[in-house]
């Protein structure tokens, strides 16, 4: 009797063991889609620039986009990569298109600073106006910080642009621009189903296949 019970009790503790944890936490398999230094280009004048990430913080300390330096000359160019993750199974998909990516041959995913990959580029917010664009810790999993780090490419592969959501639906749009302040921070504005007039992008420098 005293054996049976042992066992019983050994077995369970075996079971327990063995089971998953129902907060098990996936691990995606990211790998570099492309890596150059972003730039910012403004359709209306044919201007563009880099971005600068050590001339302003915010109030938690992390590192605001703008495309003035610290010493008010326009930024030096700043390498980043862009990152598609393959989903874990059982799952729709990271950013909900299965491995990141649409039929016509555009991309989704995350834009991490190549000196530290674990530095993501975020939105401050989402539906609102005045959003800005800082570095902050990647979120490989679906959360609301993941979608504030959401960028999607046009099909040429050097256009990207925040989506801000997770299916990337053409429902939602953002404009972007640069503030008035001293440090001309890049910004966004949610604009709703509305197209956006935007006249400043985010570029590759060089097409992701050179």
Not at 24 to 44: A, D, G, M, P, Q
Not at 88 to 106: L, V
Not at 118 to 125: P, Q
Request: aromatic letters at 12%.
């Amino acid at each position: 009797m005293n054996f049976c019970i042992l066992f019983l009790a050994a077995l369970a503790v075996a079971i327990c063991q063995a089971a998953p944890a129902s907060n098990t936490k996936h691990t995606y398999n990211c790998t570099v889609y492309s890596k150059h230094n972003l730039k910012w280009h403004s359709y209306e004048n044919g201007d563009y620039g880099f971005l600068s990430v050590s001339n302003r913080k915010d109030d938690q300390g992390r590192p605001i986009l703008t495309k003035i330096d610290k010493n008010g000359s326009p930024a030096n160019p700043v390498k980043f990569v862009r990152t598609v993750c393959d989903p874990p199974e059982g799952t729709k998909g990271y950013m909900g298109i299965g491995k990141g990516a649409k039929p016509n041959g555009a991309t989704y995913g995350h834009l991490a600073l190549e000196s530290d990959q674990s530095k993501c580029v975020t939105a401050t917010g989402l539906e609102k106006k005045g959003i800005n664009f800082v570095l902050d810790k990647c979120h490989k999993q679906n959360s609301a910080v993941q979608l504030k780090q959401f960028f999607g490419e046009s099909v040429n592969g050097i256009t990207l642009g925040f989506m801000g959501q997770k299916y990337a639906m053409q429902d939602k749009n953002y404009e972007m621009h640069f503030s008035d302040d001293s440090a001309s921070t890049v910004e966004i504005d949610f604009i709703g189903s509305k197209q956006p007039n935007s006249t400043i992008y985010f570029y590759w420098e060089k097409f992701p296949d050179q």
